[in-house]
């Protein structure tokens, strides 16, 4: 798989060098996918293979959001009075 583009026709010394196979690495998963980058290495969050978009699975925040954060500061608040 080549990267959609034609070398011979861009201004040279001012692109960053492409890696066809950059080593790409799900930290949910786990999943190492090659797929043409100028990053010759790089972790990303979240893939095809665990997206809750592609997975059709509700997935569970154990972070807590700021929704979450904002219940926890008013339960606090609400303690004092
Ligand atoms: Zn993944």
Do not use: W
């Not at 990053?39 to 809750?52: G, L, W, Y």
């Not at 807590?64 to 339960?75: I, Q, S």
């Amino acid at each position: 798989m080549a990267f959609p583009y034609n070398p011979s026709t861009m201004k040279s010394g001012i692109h960053p060098e492409m890696h066809q196979k950059a080593k790409t690495t799900c930290s949910t998963c786990g999943t190492v996918f090659l797929i043409p980058s100028t990053i010759a290495e790089q972790t990303i969050e979240t893939c095809r293979n665990c997206h809750p978009v592609y997975t059709g699975k509700q997935q569970k925040d154990l972070r807590g959001g700021r929704v979450d954060r904002f219940k926890k500061r008013l339960e606090k608040a609400r303690k004092k009075d």
